[in-house]
């Protein structure tokens, strides 16, 4: 050790670039660690054991607004139609999915298999009161597409609003 450092002024000196190097590398572990979970749920990497694809899985939703209707298109791949649930409830539209998916090889002297179990829900707010009757919703390659006409009293009651 050099006489330098061990005067009592640059030991405070040390020890704060000793932390500074410290918080870098932990967060170098943090995105280190944040890359390869990405990578891993795009098949980029291995699934470590116990791992879910479908961990916190959470659809892209797109709402749109005219005066007559009000559409919401949602991304969810690789589920069947039959495991979406759609529901209106008090101003709310609920969109509900479970995927249940295996995926098993064999060969003669190779076996794997992939299991992947999950849940979704988004709750949309509606910004306006919708005839629930004509509700039209279709499902194809997996983008939903949801068809929402407004009431007509809904429609009636937007007002233009000066500016001064």
């Not at 967060?27 to 280190?32: E, F, S, T, V």
């Not at 007002?159 to 001064?164: A, F, G, R, S």
Request: glycine share 6%.
């Amino acid at each position: 050790m050099a006489l330098r450092e061990m005067m009592p002024w640059r030991k405070h000196q040390l020890s704060h670039d000793r932390e500074e190097e410290n918080s870098f590398q932990a967060l170098q572990r943090d995105m280190n660690r944040m890359m390869e979970r990405f990578q891993r749920r795009f098949g980029w990497g291995d699934l470590a054991p116990g791992e879910d694809l479908w961990e916190g899985f959470f659809p892209t939703v797109d709402v749109a607004e005219n005066e007559k209707e009000i559409r919401v298109t949602a991304e969810i791949p690789g589920i069947d139609e039959k495991d979406l649930d759609l529901t209106l409830s008090g101003g709310n539209l609920v969109i509900r999915g479970e995927k249940k998916s295996e995926k098993e090889e064999k060969e003669e002297h190779y076996y794997h298999k992939e299991s992947s179990y999950g849940a979704f829900h988004r709750v949309i707010p509606l910004p306006a009161e919708v005839e629930e009757d004509k509700i039209e919703a279709t499902y194809r390659k997996g983008v939903l597409k949801i068809r929402l006409p407004k009431s007509e009293q809904a429609q009636k009651s937007r007002k233009k609003i000066e500016i001064h």
